[in-house]
């Protein structure tokens, strides 16, 4: 209760401070009341639908998401006007302790520079506070194709032009428009790939969020199959269950539902991809996460019936699983297969310019394709979207890779 009441007084005294500059600015009294109308209306349904309007049993339903994002936005655009007038009234504090000191007349402090100061803060909030809302309404629905090829020295022949189309955290309980849904899963069959893989998270917290969605997921095909590997969201570890059994019996259901929606689920287990004589290993462990995450993923046990010199293809949730243990091992695994990150959903990307979000602060790999002791990684940034239901910057994907054969030189 404590907490909530801080954040409370922190709120309202930034929105407060905030008022006192918007009447410098307008003076029309309707845009500041707007302007407190909408803070305020956005604050109450944060804390209603975080406290009296949770769902029982659902961590991150769709109301709590949009009340989340928000309150980000609106924060957002509170920051960065306050950056400008704190900014004001620190100078405006420093000089008139100057004038006190010296006795200088001049006059420090001009009411023009304080309306041209908030003028310029809300030029520059405006930027944050619509990308957010952009983010919100079509950008977590802006699908993109990123196409990958790479090369590797001892691909079997057969697999030269081999195409891996990888799709990865869908988070079904997060949707909301199944026409945008349905777009994307278009995308995904229109790629016409020899191989779907999945790398995992496909719910949220319960089995029952994919039902809606589990027929037109049904309809994905790929020549040569398509598979499957949980991520830590699929466990139902971040709801309170009644009993263990019930916990149990939710990831039971979801393993039965993707059998039934044609993906072959791999638990710490591998398939052998055949072409003529040639083929090719894919392995997929269970979810295995640095800081905290679950740690169920078993490389020794996938790979135990596999020969080590055969081409491996490694699919595993979390790309911190590579950096930690799979580059490390004494399989050579050519290509890994991730997802997890989600880009944070926010971030700045200009191929071959800028590549940049906050979560690389916390996974060194954590969108793309990364090379490492001669093994590669590709991190997807995911299908669907998590917490802030939207994304700005980094957009969902659906990944394309084509191996070749490296040319002998």
């Known amino acids: 209760m404590l907490r909530w009441i801080i954040f409370v007084l922190i709120y309202l005294g930034l929105s407060f401070y905030i008022v006192q500059a918007l009447r410098t600015l307008f003076r029309q009294p309707w ?26 049993g659902r961590v991150l339903s769709r109301p709590k998401s949009y009340a989340f994002g928000f309150l980000l936005t609106i924060l957002s655009f509170k920051l960065v006007i306050i950056f400008f007038l704190f900014s004001e009234d620190i100078f405006r504090i420093l000089s008139g302790s100057y004038q006190r000191v010296f006795g200088v007349s001049k006059e420090f402090t001009l009411p023009e520079r304080r309306r ?16 957010l809302l952009y983010g919100m ?16 020295e001892d691909l079997p022949d057969s697999f030269d032009g081999y195409r891996i189309t990888q799709i990865s955290d869908i988070h079904s309980g997060s949707f909301d428009d199944r ?11 229109k790629q016409n790939s020899d191989l779907l893989l999945f790398t995992g998270d496909m719910v949220n917290n319960k089995t029952e969020e994919m039902l809606p969605w589990a027929e037109l997921f049904s309809t994905l095909n790929a020549k040569d199959g398509k598979y499957s590997v949980l991520g830590n969201h699929d466990y139902g570890d971040y709801i309170a269950w009644e009993t263990e059994e019930l916990k ?7 393993k039965d539902l993707q059998k039934n929606m044609g993906f072959d689920l791999l638990l710490n287990e591998h398939r052998y991809l055949q072409k003529g004589e040639d083929r090719i290993a894919l392995v997929g462990v269970e979810n295995w996460g640095k800081g905290g995450f679950k740690k169920a993923g078993d490389l020794k046990k996938a790979t135990s019936q596999i020969n080590q010199e ?35 959903q926010f971030g700045i990307e200009i191929p071959g310019w800028v590549k940049w979000s906050p979560v690389k602060w916390r996974y060194k790999y ?5 090379k490492e002791l001669g093994q590669f990684i590709n991190v997807n940034r995911g299908f669907g979207f998590l917490g802030y239901p939207g994304r700005v910057g980094i957009w969902p994907e659906i990944t394309v890779i084509t191996l070749k054969k490296k040319a002998l030189t």
């Open 310 to 344: 055969d081409f491996t293809i490694l699919m595993s949730h979390d790309p911190s699983h590579w950096s930690e243990e799979v580059i490390h091992d004494d399989k050579h695994f050519h290509l890994t297969l991730s997802g997890h990150t989600h880009g944070m």
């Open 179 to 189: 026409k945008k849904i349905e777009y994307g899963v278009e995308l995904i069959k």
């Open 137 to 152: 309404y079509k950008g977590k629905y802006n699908f993109k194709v990123l196409k990958y090829t790479l090369e590797f």
């Open 116 to 131: 041209f100061l908030t003028m310029i803060g809300l030029g520059i909030a405006a930027l944050p506070f619509g990308a």
């Open 31 to 56: 845009v500041y009341l707007v302007y407190v109308l909408v803070s305020l209306v956005v604050l109450i349904n944060f804390i209603y639908q975080f406290t009296a309007g949770e769902e029982a």
């Open 366 to 370: 954590w969108a793309g394709v990364y």
């Open 248 to 254: 149990r019996q939710n990831l039971q259901d979801l």
